[in-house]
T-cell receptor, first 112, second 114 residues
Framework: QQQVKQSPQSLIVQKGGISIINCAYENTAFDYFPWYQQFPGKGPALLIA?????SEKKEGRFTISFNKSAKQFSLHIMDSQPGDSATYFC???????????FGQGTTLQVKP | KAGVTQTPRYLIKTRGQQVTLSCSPI?????VSWYQQTPGQGLQFLFEYFSETQRNKGNFPGRFSGRQFSNSRSEMNVSTLELGDSALYLC?????????????FGPGTRLTVT
């Protein structure tokens, strides 16, 4: 019940295309869902996050869509750029916080 | 503000030894969490400290321990190192008080056990 399942494992997108990564969770106590971006040799960087009272959140080219009834959430990267090539992790957390459960990660390659 | 800093960045240890890793959180952040990242298991939660108290603990053996100081700096210790402990150890700090959500990661310490 603590797992977060992420798909696909890898993704290749052409420059300018839309990258979509999906995650699913089981624990209904989760109330915070962030996405992280990680480049080789770096720590994960917080990209965008959402709480279950909102169905969509957009920050620049990054959008989270959240479906509470299906217990799924996804990251959309619009106008994907080669600089977006990285590993993306979804995660979930619940009270009292401080513990993130991560998906297995998606390696995104954006081809020029 | 300076980000989360971790020292050392790289370590090579021998099986059976022990190691201590250090983490300085972002100024003003009171919660520090530790994670282990490996290619096979991904990112796994080790433990979280808030106000010098361990608030959350993951499913790791007792060889993994940590502590937090009054200035919020944190250390984690791994005793009797095993080859499988080779990993990137990440520290994350969070600004919230009683409930921590947003976490900001440091660059990690790459531990290699030979």
């Amino acid at each position: 019940q603590q797992q977060v399942k992420q798909s696909p494992q890898s993704l290749i997108v052409q420059k300018g295309g839309i990258s979509i990564i999906n995650c699913a969770y089981e624990n209904t106590a989760f109330d915070y869902f962030p996405w992280y971006q990680q480049f080789p040799g770096k720590g994960p960087a917080l990209l965008i996050a959402i709480r279950p009272d909102v169905s969509e959140k957009k920050e620049g080219r990054f959008t989270i869509s959240f479906n509470k009834s299906a217990k799924q959430f996804s990251l959309h990267i619009m106008d994907s750029q080669p600089g977006d090539s990285a590993t993306y992790f979804c995660a979930a957390s619940g009270p009292p916080g401080g513990k993130l459960i991560f998906g297995q990660g998606t390696t995104l390659q954006v081809k020029p | 503000k300076a980000g989360v800093t971790q020292t050392p960045r790289y370590l090579i240890k021998t099986r059976g030894q022990q190691v201590t890793l250090s983490c300085s959180p972002i100024s003003g952040h009171r919660s520090v969490s530790w994670y282990q990242q490996t290619p096979g298991q991904g990112l796994q939660f080790l433990f979280e400290y808030f106000s010098e108290t361990q608030r959350n603990k993951g499913n790791f053996p007792g060889r993994f321990s940590g502590r937090q100081f009054s200035n919020s700096r944190s250390e984690m210790n791994v005793s009797t190192l095993e080859l499988g402990d080779s990993a990137l150890y990440l520290c994350a700090s969070s600004p919230q008080g009683r409930v921590s959500y947003e976490q900001y990661f440091g660059p990690g310490t790459r531990l290699t056990v030979t």
